[in-house]
């Protein structure tokens, strides 16, 4: 069978390294399924899933889960596991053990690492077990209450803004 591709784009599968399918906790917002269906519909093959669930993904039973869970999903689902306990900043997960059950980054997605020294030492680790860290760059001492970028537009209309 011959297929007339004129005018079309042909490419591999997509990968989408920061996908919020809710599962555990959330099942009324996102399941593994149903996520991994949109995500088929759109040409992805691969999703990774972030950490903040409820409860979050930060131990290696949790890594379990996701992939017993999403082994007869339509596209690979790949847990990222969070970079601290609860995602609260200060200690961090078993990210080796972690690893080994599937985790394929880190991250405390959404909310910031405020102690340096914990992010040093989770960066420390991730570079030993060869794997990323997938950082949300904010210092909440600087945004403070802000609502919007600081800038001209901020001070005009009289909001607080976030450098």
């Known amino acids: 069978m011959v297929y007339d591709c004129k005018d079309l784009v042909i490419t591999h599968g997509f990968c989408d390294l920061h996908t919020h399918f809710r599962e555990p906790g959330r099942e009324d917002k996102e399941t593994l399924q149903t996520g991994s269906m949109a995500a088929m519909a759109g040409g992805f093959t691969r999703v990774c899933v972030m950490p903040n669930t409820d409860p ?38 078993e990210m080796g053990l972690m690893k080994e059950m599937g985790a394929v980054a880190f991250s405390d997605d959404g909310l910031p690492i405020q102690d340096g020294s914990v992010m040093r030492r989770a960066l420390e680790y991730a570079n030993m ?16 209450d802000g609502v919007m970028n600081e800038g001209i537009v901020s001070t005009r209309l009289g909001l607080p803004g976030n450098p």
């Open 129 to 144: 077990l060869n794997v990323p860290i997938i950082n949300h760059a904010e210092d909440e001492y600087l945004r403070a």
């Open 56 to 93: 979050p993904l930060d131990t290696p039973e949790a890594m379990n889960f996701i992939q017993e869970r999403s082994s007869s999903c339509p596209v690979h689902i790949h847990p990222i596991g969070a970079v601290s306990k609860g995602q609260k900043g200060k200690d961090l997960t």
